[in-house]
């Protein structure tokens, strides 16, 4: 009998570490915490035409212009801002090395967690037709799964070109 059947699960020891858990209609969402540079209060998103439905626009971060993208578009939920969202700050890989600053507009932000390799699972295989090459793996903590976010790829790489030419 193999030891890697379907229904054993192994653990991912590479994606053990620190992570900012997010929220998005009542579900749970880990961003790793070296991908996050600040976590700020919601503002007014000044739009950009010809953008995506997900890219709200752009913020003034002091001084710098911060392109903005609301994560319940992008993941097919219902557009709501609500009193406790805000924004968090991240920075995203625009392949090679150069790195893009975005901001992602959640729910809310619950906590900083250390994972460790056997609080974490590979993504489950949903069939063909749902795209989880997004997804870095599930995280079990407190009881409760949170799914690990690969944020370099939530942005599609052509969305985070078209929003680097704004600069």
């Known amino acids: ?9 192994l653990p991912v020891p ?20 070296l991908k996050v540079r600040e976590i ?12 995506p439905a997900f890219v709200k626009g ?6 710098r212009v911060i392109p903005v993208v609301d994560l319940r578009v992008k993941f097919g939920l219902p557009a709501e801002i609500t009193e406790r969202a805000c924004i968090v700050v991240v920075q995203v890989a625009l392949g090679g090395e150069q790195v893009v600053p975005m901001g992602l507009i959640v729910d809310s932000v619950e906590e900083v967690v250390s994972l460790g390799a056997g609080e974490i699972e590979a993504t489950p295989e949903f069939g063909s037709r749902v795209d989880t090459t997004y997804l870095l793996g599930m995280a079990k903590v407190k009881g409760q799964v949170k799914t690990l976010l690969d944020i370099d790829r939530v942005v599609a790489a052509d969305t ?8």
């Open 1 to 9: 009998m193999s030891t890697n059947s379907p229904s054993t699960v």
């Open 14 to 33: 590479a994606l053990a570490g620190k992570y900012l858990t997010v929220v998005l209609e009542n579900e749970a969402y880990g961003i790793a915490v």
């Open 40 to 51: 700020i209060r919601m503002q007014k998103v000044t739009p950009v035409p010809q953008m």
């Open 58 to 63: 752009v913020i003034n971060l002091r001084g």
């Open 160 to 167: 985070v070109r078209a929003i680097a030419q704004l600069k």
